[in-house]
């Protein structure tokens, strides 16, 4: 899927970094604790993300943090 515009690209950046947290469990575990949440509510938070779920943004700053 080619991203038409910036916004449907963002959205794809989103959703691919969203899956790489899931997939690293050390990652799902430092934003999990840096953002004081479960793990449980960690995952969710992402799975939901990856799959472009609105969501409240329980995850602070895990987009931009050069990760």
Request: proline share 4%; charged share 20%.
């Amino acid at each position: 899927m080619r991203p038409k515009n910036a916004a449907d690209y963002e959205k794809l950046q989103t959703k691919q970094r969203a899956q790489v947290i899931l997939d690293h469990y050390q990652l799902l575990m430092h934003y999990g604790i840096v953002n004081d949440k479960s793990i449980p509510q960690t995952r969710l938070y992402f799975q939901k993300v990856a799959l472009g779920i609105a969501t409240e943004p329980i995850i602070k700053n895990w987009f931009s943090d050069g990760l």
